[in-house]
């Protein structure tokens, strides 16, 4: 029960909004957890780890580089999906995007905590296999966890890189993988022909199209 | 010294450009100078062409605020995200620009409605008894042919809305199409209304109301966030309120979005609020101490019009074997809105159907909306909500279609405490910000929803056509049409406006937006706050003498706005 309110939760809460959303409800626990620890606040910018935490929530095929050429760490995908993933669709520069927020005022909290977790499955997050990292994720995300707003954060990250090519200034399937996986072409600056069945499908209540 | 004109109007979209219309064209029958006529926007102005089909955060944080409810008081998400997620626009036109401009009145029963929150007074009609159906149709009209409705054939309902109509069908439903204001002639079937029209085929107050005032000598200008209102020295020759505005940093590279410091001060004789729920109430909550008789009723009742998305995921086989309708992949192709049915609405008049009927519109809100739904996939020992079954989940999203119940709930928020600037807390300059209101649905709100979840699932699981994917209730309510926070009743112990859209206690302080919407209105809410804006108006030329404005002359007429569309992409033809 615990695991599906954190799935509900999580959800519910990216779906409207995006990452921006997740990262404005987990400053004030991160500002805390600095202020308890104020080492937390000069963790730097840890790249690699990022985009592992990013393959987990959205794996993907092992590539080289991003759609937007950016070097993708040899560890950080884990390979257990054949089709681009969260990280091949730049994932790490929303994650670095000052409109997003997550960077830097999450960046150490997250990765501090998240380091914790990994040692207790065997070592750092990008040594460990994907099983490892799910695991890692399962407990960080459940909802006992109440440091757990700062996972949804990250976790929003990915998600809204690969389904809304945040980073694109123009996105359409032949630049981000994330549409090409969801059969979506992006921009369609001459639109469609064949977008209608044409041809009446129902019987009508209204003569107007609106009640009286 | 401030600024002198006659009339100052916060705000842009419906409310505003319809207001500034309408008075533009007393002035002008008048022979006065509409040039006396200022509208403040926040926002930047866009033409078409400026709009791009892009998710690019920058394009988003550009046009939209999307405003979380705060937890506590006036604290940074003190509690997280609970309750309500709004967006709002950020431009010249408002949500006009961003609307999926499904254009649809009303039904009867809305504005008969008595259900309330239990916290909200007696037992009574919630809107003011001045307002009705029947004395809002003239209205309607008005503004449909402003805007340019018109009801597309089944030959322009996208697949999508298609494939909603057939399932109703198959489930011994009806399914109604949906009157829209686009251009068909113009209109490129691109789906892509939500970041802006780059066609100049979505007919927004661009391309009629407020061009047309503009064309008539209305000033419009942009990039000013109003930050509060007070009430003008005594004897101050007809003045009533003073209007405090800072320029905002839109334009060029990396703007920051934020107000300048640089204020300006505009004095006027009528002051009319158009912000829409989320910006004329947090100003005016902050004005309240320079306005000590406006109605204790500030910044309550806010409400989300019912909101409630959803969505279906097809089996393509069974679309063509059960349906007959081959090639269903095509999610993305078309208008956001063509079909909706109102089987769970019309047979149920009684006030003891209050707060249970809905209506269900097939739509399309954007790429990013592909994770908000629940996939229901069983774990199988891994996560269905991210890993490798989500990944496929978010596969199959173009087999898709998403559901907006619009359900009888209650007006469940409520604003805690002003922002010290703007409408709300900004972090930075992306597009999300944090609200200064809590929002916690009653009983009514999620128990509608609950039934408007059980129709569509029934109606998709018939002969094993699709998968019902719900929308997560348990952290509330997620909303593209703000109502209320300085809602009209009938009187001043309700709310903050009466029938007119003045404000009680407060000649010449009128909120002609969406604010003033007292209740979810079953549809789309653009057409109505439309409606009650061009009431709204009528009224106030009729008594703009009253007021310090010019006389309306005998025979004075409304007219038609022009259409007016400007620099536009034009497809090439495929």
Redesign the interface.
Known sequence: MA?E?S????????????A??????A??LAERMVAADPALADVSLDDATLQAFAD?????RKADRTDLGDEIHPLAIAG??P?P?AVEADSLR?YK?????FSPALVGPFLADLSTRSLQQGGAFLTLSYDQR?AV??QA?DFSNGDR?LYEAA?AVP??A??????????TDQNSSG?R??????????????????????????K????? | MAERVDVCIVGSGFGGSISAWRLAELYRAAGSDPASILVLERGRRFKHTDF??????????SIYK?I?SSGGPGT???S??QGC?M?TANAVGGGSNLYLAAS??A??EIFERRDHNPADGPDRRVWPKEIS?KTLNGFYGRAEHALRVN?PG??????SG??W??T??NAG???????LAIDPGR??????CHTGC??GAKNTVNTNYLASAERAGVRVRPNRQVESVRRSAPNADGYRYVVSADPMDNEGENPTRRPTGTAEEIECKVLIMSAGAMGTTPILIRSQKDLPSISGQLGRHLGSNGDHVAAIEYDPKKVRDVLG?P?Y??????KPIT?M???F??GRRAHRYDGTRFNLQEIFL?????????DGRDPAG???????Q??QA??S??NRIELLAMVEDTHDGEFVAPPPQGSSLQ??????E?GVFSYKPSEQSLRVRELADKAMAQIAARDGLGRFMK??????V?CAHPLGGCRMAESKDLGVVDHRCEAFDNEGLFCIDSSAIPSSLG?NPSLTIAAVSERAAAGLTARAHELGLPRRPPGFKHRTPAQIVGER?V????
């Open positions: 695991h309110l799935r509900r939760d999580f959800i519910g809460r990216v779906g409207a909004l995006g921006g959303a997740m990262v404005l409800a400053l004030p987990t929530l959205i794996p993907g257990v999906d089709e993933g929303v995007n000052p409109l997003v927020g799910v994720c399962l995300l707003v976790a998600f809204t690969f389904c809304a090519a945040v980073e694109h200034p123009v996105g549409y996986v969801m059969g979506y072409p992006g921009a369609a600056p001459n639109g469609y022909r064949s977008f209608s069945y044409r041809r009446k499908l129902s019987a009508e209540r209204t107007r199209g609106y009640l009286a | 791009k089909q892009s998710m690019h955060i920058d394009h988003l944080a999307l979380q940074l998400g003190a997280g995200p997620q967006v649809l009145r039904p009867t159906r009801r089944w030959d322009r309902v996208s697949k298609g494939l109509a057939a109703l069908a439903h009806t399914c109604d199409r949906v009157p209109c490129a079937e691109a789906k892509w780059v066609f309708l090639g992949a095509d999610f993305h192709k078309g079909t049915t109102y089987d609405y019309v954007s790429s990013l909306t592909n994770f908000l739904y629940d891994e996560p269905s909500w991210w890993g490798v989500k990944k978010i596969s999203w173009s972090p930075n300059a992306g597009p999300v944090v929308l997560t209730e348990t952290q509330g997620y549809v992409r497809p090439a033809k495929i």
